[in-house]
T-cell receptor, first 114, second 111 residues
Framework: SQTIHQWPATLVQPVGSPLSLECTVEGTSNPNLYWYRQAAGRGLQLLFYSVGIGQISSEVPQNLSASRPQDRQFILSSKKLLLSDSGFYLC?????????????FGPGTRLLVL | GQNIDQPTEMTATEGAIVQINCTYQTSGFNGLFWYQQHAGEAPTFLSYNVLDGLEEKGRFSSFLSRSKGYSYLLLKELQMKDSASYLCAVNLYNQGGKLIFGQGTELSVKP
């Protein structure tokens, strides 16, 4: 069966520090991968998605970046965090089941920038 | 632009039935997801509708009308554990499977 991992689960970082969040998927190959952010009391906002190794699409301009160095690895990074980067970061992957696409989320990383 | 609307909050009684509506105006609609999200946790998949009509999964059912840009999630025999946020999300056609989410409906189930 397929599983998705994210780490760390919780992170507290000072403003201006770098960031690296990792997401890995098991049990599938060539998945579509996504990074979402959910601010407190808000809906999910798509940040990046990737349809293959080295292929990244950015949805919103910001100080974050994403990379996909391996088929089942998706990394979210920042060189200098802002206070507004605080939130719940969710990695997701999609799979086609019975001709229908389904998207599943990882457990998430809760980031607090102080 | 893309616009997805759902009520912010709803309250219902244990054992009752509740319907959570979602309307959307998007370009390139491919299908509509419903997710459940408990406080502090990641969303979990409930349903995905591509064709018009009602799909039932146990106590949960989801309906879609593509011509009206409308969907609802129906929860029967409500339980206290159903208190959560319910997220409506549209899958955009030919855009790598990316989803556009509504703000979510916070459902409170009272005894």
């Amino acid at each position: 069966s397929q599983t998705i991992h994210q780490w760390p689960a919780t992170l507290v970082q000072p403003v201006g520090s770098p960031l690296s969040l990792e997401c890995t998927v098991e049990g599938t190959s060539n998945p579509n991968l996504y990074w979402y952010r959910q601010a407190a009391g808000r809906g999910l906002q798509l940040l990046f998605y990737s349809v293959g190794i080295g292929q990244i699409s950015s949805e919103v301009p910001q100080n974050l970046s994403a990379s996909r160095p391996q088929d089942r690895q998706f990394i979210l990074s920042s060189k200098k965090l802002l206070l507004s980067d605080s939130g719940f970061y969710l990695c997701a992957w999609s799979v086609v089941v019975a001709l229908q696409e389904t998207q599943y989320f990882g457990p998430g990383t809760r980031l607090l920038v102080l | 632009g893309q616009n997805i609307d759902q009520p912010t909050e709803m309250t219902a009684t244990e054992g009752a039935i509740v319907q959570i509506n979602c309307t959307y105006q998007t370009s390139g609609f491919n299908g509509l997801f419903w997710y459940q999200q408990h406080a502090g946790e990641a969303p979990t998949f409930l349903s995905y509708n591509v064709l018009d009509g009602l799909e039932e999964k146990g106590r949960f059912s989801s309906f879609l009308s593509r011509s009206k840009g409308y969907s609802y999630l129906l929860l029967k025999e409500l339980q206290m554990k159903d208190s959560a946020s319910y997220l409506c999300a549209v899958n955009l056609y030919n855009q790598g499977g990316k989803l556009i989410f509504g703000q979510g409906t916070e459902l409170s189930v009272k005894p």
